[in-house]
């Protein structure tokens, strides 16, 4: 299970952080963990991929702005997000998968006001 928390109303050029808990029988240093958003009206977009605690990769939009990082010792992936603009708003989702299952959080929403 994934639980996601940290969204809420920011300004432009503000910053945020998202944190996305996971729980369960797994061994999550193992897991590659995403970031998704979704824009109203739109589609879920890969945002954000940390594959180790040390390797990232960041789509084009969000690059330099946002950083991913994960704590392998609480099960957790965060998101942190600065240089917040408009085209930034969105429910945020983390992602996870194993050979069983794609595994997705609630959601939770990103408003950046202009």
């Known amino acids: 299970q994934l639980v996601e928390s940290g969204g809420g109303l920011v300004h432009e050029g503000g910053s945020l952080s998202l944190s996305c808990a996971a729980s369960?029988?797994?061994?999550?240093?193992?897991?590659?963990m995403r970031w998704y958003r979704q824009p109203p009206g739109e589609q879920r977009r890969l945002i954000a991929t940390?594959?180790?605690?040390?390797?990232?990769i960041y789509a084009d939009s969000v690059e330099g702005r946002f950083t991913i990082s994960r704590d392998n010792s609480k099960n957790t992936v965060y998101l942190q997000m600065s240089a917040l603009q408009p085209d930034d708003t969105a429910v945020y989702f983390c992602m996870t998968s194993d050979l069983r299952n794609t595994y997705w959080g609630q959601g939770t929403q990103v408003t950046v006001s202009s």
């Open positions: 369960g029988d797994i061994i999550f240093r193992l897991y590659t």
């Open positions: 940390s594959i180790t605690e040390s390797d990232a």
